[in-house]
């Protein structure tokens, strides 16, 4: 009945953009944190970006600072991740998830503090 599904991944060259969209369906995300995170085969998944539940509080890693951008739009029940300066390295499956809002957003993002994952979406930034 709950579920994420992102959208949005593709190929695009280095310093290309993609906005990833994160929509809920079966409950309302306007009282939830959503969470951005990636994965590479071998290595640990990793937080890249939160944002409260009122959108007030948003965190980011240190690599994507100044590139990444997470918004929402909770009229539409849906969270953004708009990439811009892509970089190789950036390269991973995305996912998206969320929590209820008494945990908000902390720095670091944190994947077991999330409940509701989805299947995630592949970017993959080559020449």
């Known amino acids: 009945q709950f579920q994420l599904v992102e959208s949005g991944g593709g190929l695009v060259q280095p310093g290309g953009s993609l906005r990833l969209s994160c929509a809920a369906s079966?409950?309302?995300?306007?009282?939830?944190?959503v969470g951005w995170f990636r994965q590479v085969p071998g290595k640990e998944r990793e937080g890249v970006s939160c944002?409260?539940?009122?959108?007030?509080?948003?965190n980011y890693m240190q690599s994507v600072k100044g590139r990444f951008t997470i918004s929402r739009d909770n009229a539409n029940n849906t969270v953004y991740l708009q990439m811009t300066s892509l970089k190789p390295e950036d390269t991973a499956i995305y996912y998206c998830?969320?929590?209820?809002?008494?945990?908000?957003?902390?720095?670091?993002?944190?994947?077991?503090?999330?409940?509701?994952w989805g299947q995630g979406t592949q970017v993959t930034v080559s020449s």
């Open positions: 079966g409950f309302s995300l306007t009282y939830f944190a």
């Open positions: 998830a969320a929590v209820g809002a008494r945990y908000y957003c902390a720095d670091p993002v944190r994947p077991n503090d999330y409940d509701y």
């Open positions: 944002i409260s539940s009122s959108g007030g509080t948003t």
